[in-house]
């Protein structure tokens, strides 16, 4: 059993940055795959990120792309989403993920633990 617990989240002006952190207890992450999901008001939930668990490897949704970096410091078991220039369309509840499978890291259906997520809001 995985237990992850996001924080970071806050309310920011466009054109802000951003820090969020997942921390993890219970298993080691040093041998999963994790990604980042948000949920938007009024929107289903959609893919933000994710990196193999050595961190070779980093996947981007497209709205992100160039803004937004995904790292992961195993011996901490701690992943981070850093947030730069900030919009109010990123405004959503944003959830880190953990995978315990080769399974397309876009699809939130292939991943095994969530958090209970963090609000980011940000203000135009």
């Not at 980042?36 to 981007?60: C, D, L, M």
Request: glycine share 12%; aromatic share 12%.
């Amino acid at each position: 059993q995985v237990q992850l617990v996001e924080s970071g989240g806050g309310l920011v002006q466009a054109g802000g940055s951003l820090r969020l952190s997942c921390a993890a207890s219970g298993r080691t992450l040093s041998s999963v795959a994790m990604g980042w999901f948000r949920q938007r008001p009024g929107k289903e939930r959609e893919f933000v990120t994710a990196i193999s668990w050595s961190g070779a490897s980093t996947y981007y949704g497209d709205s992100v792309k160039g803004r937004f970096t995904i790292s992961r410091d195993n011996a901490k078991n701690t992943v981070y989403l850093q947030m730069n220039s900030l919009k109010p369309e990123d405004t959503a509840v944003y959830y880190c993920a953990a995978k315990y499978n080769s399974h397309n890291y876009g699809s939130e259906y292939n991943y095994d633990y969530w958090g209970q997520g963090t609000q980011v809001t940000v203000s135009s």
